[in-house]
């Protein structure tokens, strides 16, 4: 079992909230990820990280940002929530290379009113 | 841009019933093809992975195969139980080692 961590598991939150989701691993993992998966929808990669200091942007445009200071965590911060956030965002990590499996954490389900 | 479809959105079967899960994709430009998971109110577990240069994968009762020229794979589950009910999502690996995601198939094994 994989040990990648997330918290909230759930939250709701009123409109222009600042939030941070947080996530964190325990296996080392060089490379992180942030997905965002809409009911019924596939999941999309909003950003992910190389390592500590590196951060991208995925395919999908996302208004949050992440920071990667740690080996072993990647939060991502939505400055000013708006209802349209409201999604559920799963986060993974990978050992450093092309072909690795990615371990996802339970992700956290966000409504914003 | 990486399209992945998979077929059916749901399927539900009666338990003992071998079943096939069937992606495909429409860039055949990959690292690999992974199958995973997902239960509700939970993550995403990893099944199986098939790199770019394999053709099939296997894990117990799960059977993953990929023909990449096609830009299809199948997952194949023998003798279904009620533990196998879940939501199947299939991913490719392509561009710049992003996943690209299928809606998946909810499986409903019925006891």
């Known amino acids: 079992e994989a040990d990648i961590y997330q918290t909230p598991r759930y939250l709701v939150i009123g409109t222009g909230k600042k939030i941070t989701l947080e996530c964190s691993q325990t296996?080392?993992?060089?490379?992180m990820y942030w997905y965002q998966q809409d009911p019924g929808m596939e999941l999309h990669l909003i950003h992910y990280?190389?390592?500590?200091?590196?951060?991208e942007k995925g395919d999908l445009s996302s208004e949050s940002t992440v920071s990667r200071i740690r080996t072993e965590h990647f939060p991502l911060t939505l400055e000013s929530a708006r209802p349209s956030h409201t999604s559920q965002y799963l986060c993974?990590?990978?050992?450093?290379?092309?072909?690795?499996?990615?371990?996802f954490g339970p992700g956290t389900r966000l409504l914003v009113l | 841009k990486q399209e992945v479809t998979q077929i059916p959105a749901a399927l539900s079967v009666p338990e003992g019933e071998n079943l096939v899960l069937n992606c495909s994709f429409t860039?055949?430009?990959?690292?690999?093809l992974q199958w995973f998971r997902q239960d509700p109110g939970k993550g995403l577990t990893s099944l199986l992975l098939?790199?770019?240069?394999?053709r099939e994968q296997t894990s117990g009762r799960l059977n993953a195969s990929l023909d990449k020229s096609s830009g299809r794979s199948t997952l194949y589950i023998a003798a279904s139980q009620p533990g196998d009910s879940a939501t199947y999502l299939c991913a490719v690996m392509s561009g710049a080692n992003n996943l690209f995601f299928g809606t998946g198939t909810r499986l409903t094994v019925i006891p």
């Open positions: 990280s190389y390592g500590v200091n590196s951060t």
């Open positions: 296996m080392g993992h060089d490379k």
């Open positions: 098939i790199q770019s240069s394999q």
């Open positions: 860039d055949s430009a990959i690292y690999n």
């Open positions: 993974a990590s990978s050992e450093f290379g092309a072909q690795e499996t990615q371990y």
